[in-house]
């Protein structure tokens, strides 16, 4: 199969949006579901929801009653403790027609993909430490051979081990295969998958998601889906995170709205397959180990559902942009869609966050991201589009990375055109979508990453032009110094 151009799969991204033909004369884009999505959904992040593919099969008054209807068995997940408060209790009930317990026992299954860290401590020798930005061009989508999702998982960098419950891992998927009569769960955390070329049809135990370039899924901890290919060849983002969930960003004195709205997230409605056939593949991933089991039926059985503990989707192109059109610039926490919360309450796990279009009006303040050293480690994408001030060939698909406090910031050139340049009024990453992963661990890169031939250490000559503006005000300095300019602070402060 021939792979499409960047340019061709950035146009046939950005044409099937409702947004990519509204924003040109500068509509509102549409906040429906796209065209194109053959699915119903539910909406409301962390609603307690509940679906039937056949009416009346939940149970009335109770959730595990003597007889379910239909001789269906009552089987509970839960996301959380028991005991954990209200707003953060995370369980569901599924009817189903065979329990998950009904399997054929687990094998190894490590030759499945050698290309998934998942240990991200420095003692650990397939982990590389390294304070240079970094950066990788577009990865390679197979072209031969079968590679379905759990076969095409490439670890980038990530922090902390499952096994600690708090950490978390960043991937890229590359697969060219629908994953047919086998499914996938991850025992050990959420992951937010972000396709980046292709759609991906998800069938989960809750029912179907179709997520398309533009939009994300998040698959909690425990659920099994697999990941089938309408376009074939696929491409695309992974975020994957231990010991916590994603929720969203407190909006503090935005008021109760804006940034990404709650009703905008989508959840699946319930749908049953009916498969008794042998050998049905269920692939389990523990402790950064994968595992195989099989059974004589399908893991999408489920008839009807109810609870919060449920996979979801969103749309990024509905996303809330805000901003000051005033002073200074406010930092890029305004851009985050979804958080997950670690054990240091000053700081996230991790942060999803989106760069996608929107007005700037910058009155008197330097436009272009300032020089910066952050505690965060960063890990951006580009899902379709253009993002400037980067300063590597930063193409879909590709990724870009610094660990925390390392400096950056854009060259000369583009600092001193901000800055001699008048106010601007101007739309920002216009027909694109980049994003960030962010985190206040710091990032090790797994040896997938560090071998790749698509890495390229970051060119730090580009700063080899900044030049020392202030000794070219000398003589204006010596004249508010009194002729001590070498040590204007030093005198500034005996006065």
Known sequence: MVQPSYEEVSNIHQNSFHWAETQKDGKTPSFSTRANDPYTYQAGFNNCLASEAIPGTLPQGQNSPRQV???????????????????????????????????????????????????????????????????WLPFDIPTSGDTDFTQGLKTIAGAGDPSLREGLATHMFLCNKSMDRKAFVNLDGEMLIVPQQGRLDIQSEFGWLYVQPGEIC????????????????????????????????ELGPLGGFGLANARDFLFPSAYYEIDSSPNYEIVYKVGGKFFKSYQDHTPYDVVAWSGNYVPYKYDLTKFVNVGSISVDHIDPSIFCVLTAKSRDPTAPLADFLIFSPRWDVASNTYRPPYYHRNVASELMGLIY???????????????????????????????????????????????????????????????????????????????????????????????????????????????
């Open 69 to 135: 209807r239909f001789g269906l068995y009552a089987e509970q997940l839960t996301g959380s403790a028991f005991v954990a408060p209200r707003p953060n209790h995370k369980a569901a009930w599924v009817y189903r027609m065979r329990p998950a317990v009904s399997h054929k026992g687990f094998t190894d299954a490590s030759e499945l993909n050698r290309d998934y860290e998942s240990c991200f401590l420095p003692l650990n020798p397939n982990v590389h430490v390294s304070p240079t930005q970094l950066a």
């Open 385 to 495: 589009g253009d993002y400037g001030g980067r300063s590597d060939a930063f193409q879909p698909g590709g990724v870009s990375f610094e660990t925390g406090m390392t400096p950056h910031g854009v060259a000369y050139e583009e600092f001193k055109a901000a800055s001699d340049a008048p106010p601007p009024e101007m739309q920002i990453s216009k027909g694109a979508i980049a994003f960030m992963f962010e985190s206040c661990r710091a990032f090790t890169v797994a040896e997938y990453g560090w071998t790749s031939d698509k890495l390229h250490f970051h060119d730090h000559t580009m700063w080899d032009d900044l030049v020392n503006n202030f000794t070219s005000h000398l003589d204006e300095v010596k004249r508010l110094t009194n002729g001590n300019w070498e040590h204007g602070v030093n005198v500034a402060r005996a006065n």
């Open 218 to 249: 998040v698959i909690p901890r425990g659920i099994r889906f697999s990941v089938n290919l309408p376009d074939g060849p696929t491409r695309g983002y992974i975020l994957e995170i231990w010991g916590s969930s994603f929720e969203l960003p």
